[in-house]
T-cell receptor, first 113, second 114 residues
Framework: AQSVTQLDSQVPVFEEAPVELRCNYS??????LFWYVQYPNQGLQLLLK??????LVESINGFEAEFNKSQTSFHLRKPSVHISDTAEYFC???????????FGTGTRLTIIP | NAGVTQTPKFQVLKTGQSMTLQCAQD?????MSWYRQDPGMGLRLIHY???????DQGEVPNGYNVSRSTTEDFPLRLLSAAPSQTSVYFC?????????????FGPGTRLTVL
């Protein structure tokens, strides 16, 4: 069975500082990996995804994540955060050919002015 | 396109009452699912459907029923509400393709059971 671990439930970061949100997964088969973002009082939106090919994937708002198969990780990074990045971030995994997503418990990113 | 819509946005029930949470999508997506979101637990899959007439259980199905009579609609029924069902409920949809799909989420329904 799949599982996703997000070790940090809350991450406070100063504005314009870098951030890394950690995600580790376990699965017995090949996987697709996702990061979703939830802004306050909203539903989830896809931030970025890894399906195949280059292990480094980027979003349009400056986030990137790197798939590391040997460490079964998909950490999310941003070199300089903004107040508008305040949100909860969820890592998720699905098996090839299976639409079912398994989510991590989420990391709440708080930006300190 | 409206995307994924959910009604109501908020609901308060008494223990033992029943209700239906509505979910609709206008993107002709075959896959639809219901999640509940609880603090510190992320999103957990309740039920899902891979097409009209086909439904299956997710991780936490007890106390909930679903049906999928059309591609567009996927209602979630609480048969006899319990305080443990106090949560935020999200509906999501995605197309069925061989590649990993983005799931599109509705805005959520915040349910309180007293």
């Amino acid at each position: 069975a799949q599982s996703v671990t997000q070790l940090d439930s809350q991450v406070p970061v100063f504005e314009e500082a870098p951030v890394e949100l950690r995600c580790n997964y376990s699965s017995s088969v090949s996987v697709y990996l996702f990061w979703y973002v939830q802004y306050p009082n909203q539903g989830l939106q896809l931030l970025l995804k890894y399906l195949s090919g280059s292990t480094l994937v980027e979003s349009i708002n400056g986030f990137e994540a790197e798939f590391n198969k040997s460490q079964t990780s998909f950490h999310l990074r941003k070199p300089s955060v903004h107040i508008s990045d305040t949100a909860e971030y969820f890592c998720a995994v699905s098996d090839f050919g299976n639409e079912k997503l398994t989510f991590g418990t989420g990391t709440r990113l708080t930006i300190i002015p | 396109n409206a995307g994924v819509t959910q009604t109501p946005k908020f609901q308060v029930l008494k223990t033992g009452q029943s209700m239906t949470l509505q979910c609709a999508q206008d993107m002709n997506h075959e896959y639809m699912s219901w999640y509940r979101q609880d603090p510190g637990m992320g999103l957990r899959l309740i039920h899902y459907s891979v097409g009209a007439g086909i439904t299956d259980q997710g991780e936490v199905p007890n106390g909930y029923n679903v049906s999928r009579s059309t591609t567009e609609d996927f209602p979630l029924r609480l048969l006899s509400a319990a305080p443990s069902q106090t949560s935020v409920y999200f509906c999501a949809s995605s197309p069925r393709t061989p590649l990993g799909n983005e799931q599109f989420f509705g805005p959520g329904t915040r349910l309180t059971v007293l």
